[in-house]
């Protein structure tokens, strides 16, 4: 496990990134100032720097500005208040209408005629492809942030209720918001407390996948085990059965669960005739 301390006393000096990185935490309360625009530049900037997929970048960035709909955002993305307050919130958009547009306007159904072959629309691998796109600018936009002095949370609760917030949005049909940032400047004096890991052991591997952790899986979640509490609200008997309750089993991961089935009905292979 990479120890921070042990780097700087090592006669390395630390790197501006790595500190930025090792030291972020999520952030749900925010200084009440606007971000300002050059810092929102930078962000975006940093953004749409990031790696992507045959420099296709599949992805959108909505900046949410309209308090109205961040108070909408409030209650769809599992009723979490403190997105209205957010200064800046950001949706990442995995996206490939922008291609079958350009596609389109290319002719390229005529070119796959002359070829024999049949156009076909984005399928779900593209959407994984545009998925990944859209959250590695997203993970640049964290660190630019972060080195700003702007906070950040993500919130994947944006997959929820993929009708209200494609009507809220106008989004078309190759468009899924698979990620939403809510970022503003650390209140003054806030205390960052880092939340704890799963030991590199549990987590990287070598040439394949080690299922050895099931010898020591107490150990393995033993960060995890620490906050179990015998009178819980859920009637569980251990922490395995109450983090089942409050995430896999909640009602917010159901409707996640469904409303991703929909959004998927729109990238199935569909062949364009």
Sequence with gaps: MFNVEYYCKGGIEMNNVIDVMMNRVSLRKYDERLVAKEHIDIILECAMRAPTA???MLYSIIKVEDQKKKDVLSKTCDNQPFIAKAP???IFLADYQRWYD???HSQVSDYCKSKGVKFEG?????LMLATCDAIIAAQNA????????????????????????????????????????????????????????FDEKY?????????????????????????FNETNEFG??????????IKTGAEFSKEMARSV?????????EIIE
């Design 142 to 197: 964290v660190i630019a942030g972060e080195a700003l002095g702007i906070g950040s949370c993500y919130i994947g609760d944006i997959m929820e209720n993929y009708e209200t917030h494609r009507e809220l949005f106008n989004l078309p049909k190759w468009v899924f918001p698979v990620g939403m940032l809510c970022m503003g400047y650390y209140p003054e004096g806030y205390n960052k407390v880092k939340r704890e890991r």
């Design 203 to 227: 987590i990287v591997y070598t040439d394949t996948y080690d299922e050895s952790y099931k010898d020591n899986i107490k150990d393995c979640f033993k960060n995890i085990e620490r906050r």
């Design 88 to 90: 800046l919130v950001l």
């Design 54 to 56: 045959g420099n296709m």
């Design 122 to 126: 984005p399928s779900e691998a593209n």
């Design 236 to 245: 569980a008997k251990n922490m395995g059965q109450v983090h089942y309750a």
């Design 102 to 104: 350009y596609y389109i």
């Design 261 to 269: 089935k929909v959004a998927l009905k729109n990238w199935n292979s």
